[in-house]
């Protein structure tokens, strides 16, 4: 049945409702309207468990970050130790074709037959440039004789030989350096195929 005059059940109350409490309110109320012990308890509950929850999710973010600044402390120290250890490479790489250079000066003044002192101080000068590379620890790479390895040595060209076995290195024709463990230079070589057939 429908009421009439200004109270009407279907249409809301000019104040919102502000002083009616709401179904939701009801329930966690007692018959005199005081609440009942066990909602306040929900609602910490629930709340305790929302902030366990954000609690965790930052302890979790908080590992993570420390964790990749560990990392990247690392990586930052790894890579200014590698920095330390190769600076001497782009003056290892400017050196070697002035070396090679005084290597063709005394293997042509050998097959002249010159002798004598401008001899003589020339190859005083590649000891002191080979010198200088090894306190550097930069070394030529051993290859004569040795295995083919792609990562030392460069192949210019494979020839049958009946005294080295097959892909092993027969002659160098332009010495390869290393620096510590990262080759500067691979050296150039001449490889074996085998026995001629």
Wanted: glycine share 8%; hydrophobic share 35%; aromatic share 2%.
């Amino acid at each position: 049945m429908m009421q009439s005059g200004p109270y009407r059940q279907d249409q809301p109350s000019r104040d919102g409702g502000a002083d009616h409490p709401t179904d939701a309110q009801l329930e966690g109320a007692t018959a005199d309207g005081s609440p009942t012990p066990n909602a306040g308890i929900e609602d910490a509950t629930s709340g305790g468990d929302m902030l366990e929850i954000e609690l965790n999710a930052e302890r979790d973010r908080n590992l993570r970050l420390r964790a990749e600044i560990e990392n990247l402390r690392s990586r930052s120290s790894r890579e200014l130790a590698d920095q330390i250890r190769y600076a001497a490479l782009p003056m290892a790489r400017d050196l070697l074709p002035a070396l090679d250079n005084i290597d063709r000066a005394i293997a042509a003044g050998d097959k002249a037959g010159e002798k004598g002192p401008l001899v003589d101080g020339v190859k005083l000068v590649r000891q002191q440039m080979i010198s200088v590379l090894k306190q550097h620890q930069c070394e030529e790479i051993a290859a004569l004789g040795a295995e083919f390895n792609p990562q030392f040595h460069a192949a210019i060209l494979q020839q049958p030989s009946n005294d080295v076995p097959a892909n092993h290195v027969m002659m160098v024709t332009q010495a390869g350096y290393q620096l510590h463990d990262r080759v500067v230079r691979p050296a150039q070589v001449i490889v074996s195929s085998g026995p001629a057939t």
